[in-house]
């Protein structure tokens, strides 16, 4: 079994910060990317950051310069530390992990179960 929980959400005002933790446990054996997504209520879900086993980074034009991906290699998680926050960024906040299982010989992408941020303004 492979689960990732997600914490730190929560209503922060416009222009607030939020940071967002995500973290990988159970039966693995490695990780390759990890990353955050979001869906807004009537929304596709969308990529948010992404950082890769190399420490490659990634994100969605929405939110460079105000978010920043972080991870622990050897703790098996991530972060995401959100500035400036907009009324727009109100949205369920998913993180995710391609990751190989111990045993295993293929990579296969797990999810959290999400949490919510939202922005009043």
């Known amino acids: 079994q492979v689960q990732l929980v997600e914490s730190g959400g929560g209503l922060v005002q416009a222009g607030g910060s939020l940071t967002l933790s995500c973290a990988a446990s159970?039966?693995?054996?490695?990780?390759?990317?990890m990353g955050w997504y979001r869906q807004a209520p009537g929304e596709q879900r969308e990529l948010v950051a992404r950082i890769t086993g190399a420490g490659t980074s990634t994100y969605a034009d929405s939110v460079k310069g105000r978010f920043t991906i972080s991870r622990d290699y050897a703790k098996n998680t991530v972060g995401l530390q959100m500035n400036l926050l907009k009324p727009e960024d109100t949205a369920v906040y998913y993180c995710?992990?391609?990751?190989?299982?111990?045993?295993?010989?293929?990579?296969?992408?797990?999810w959290g179960q999400g949490t919510q941020v939202t922005v009043s303004s």
């Open positions: 995710n992990a391609d990751l190989q299982r111990v045993g295993s010989p293929s990579i296969n992408r797990y």
């Open positions: 159970g039966s693995i054996f490695s990780i390759n990317a």
